[in-house]
């Protein structure tokens, strides 16, 4: 209904399923039908997409957003085709111009990058909600320095065992059930399978503070299993 309904994974699963390029209708900016103007969001997320692009060694023109009306078929039309061209001369995805990543790494890379979306998303927040009026602001929203940085210093989130109560509240509330959890069994969180959210750190009980944000570094191995256990002392 909305290109503000086009969200960071949907153009980036397209690659990863092999599209060439895409290509991103919206209605023209200020014309949109919701107070939201959810275009002006399409189109941030568009140049974040691009700088993204850029980062794990794709060409950022396989990327277009383009603002028309419904009545304009004649525009939509030459831009379609000029985007056809466009994406045939850049060549085949990660071997075309400016590329030259082999397949089995660029779908690992962008594997890695879907996975950190909500992370991404948390992060840039300010930004992505910007309403670019000139288009000369366009290229200076996000720069190839902050979005290496945004990769090298991706936060990851770690389980303290010496101060996990098991009380079971960050595994309810994780997004990606990426927390093991048992009843008195010290909580790990699993790392290949968490998005990074944040979630675990915002609701562990302040009394527990058991989670912990790792900026960059490695992350600690998790405790073995069979010193899990928490031996509650009874109550006389
Ligand atoms: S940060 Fe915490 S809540 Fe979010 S996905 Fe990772 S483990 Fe789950
Ligand atoms: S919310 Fe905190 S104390 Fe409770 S299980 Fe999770 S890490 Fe442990």
Request: net charge positive; aromatic share 6%.
């Amino acid at each position: 209904m909305c290109s503000g309904r086009v969200d960071l994974e949907f153009v980036l699963r397209a690659f990863s399923n092999g599209m060439d390029g895409v290509l991103i209708g919206a209605c023209r900016l200020n014309e949109c039908n919701y107070i939201t103007h959810g275009n002006y969001h399409a189109l941030t997320m568009a140049l974040l997409c691009k700088k993204i692009m850029e980062h794990i060694g794709l060409n950022p023109e396989r990327l277009r957003i383009e603002f028309m009306s419904s009545a304009e078929g004649n525009r939509f039309a030459e831009v379609m085709s000029e985007f056809g061209n466009n994406v045939k001369e850049i060549g085949p995805l990660g071997n075309g111009k400016g590329e030259g990543v082999e397949q089995k790494e660029l779908k690992s890379r962008l594997a890695e990058v879907r996975k950190l979306i909500p992370y991404i998303k948390l992060v840039k927040n300010e930004k992505l909600a910007s309403r670019l009026v000139k288009p000369e602001e366009y290229d200076q929203l996000f720069t190839k320095e902050e979005i290496d940085k945004l990769f090298s210093e991706v936060i990851s989130y770690y389980i303290d065992p010496e101060k996990c109560q098991a009380c079971m509240t960050c595994a309810k509330r994780c997004p990606v059930e990426a927390i093991i959890s048992a009843k008195n069994q010290i909580h790990v969180i699993e790392q290949e399978k968490c998005i990074k959210c944040g979630t675990c750190f915002e609701v562990c009980p302040p009394k527990f503070r058991a989670v912990t944000k790792i900026p960059g570094g490695p992350v600690p191995p998790p405790i073995p299993e069979e010193k899990r256990t928490i031996v509650r002392k009874k109550k006389e």
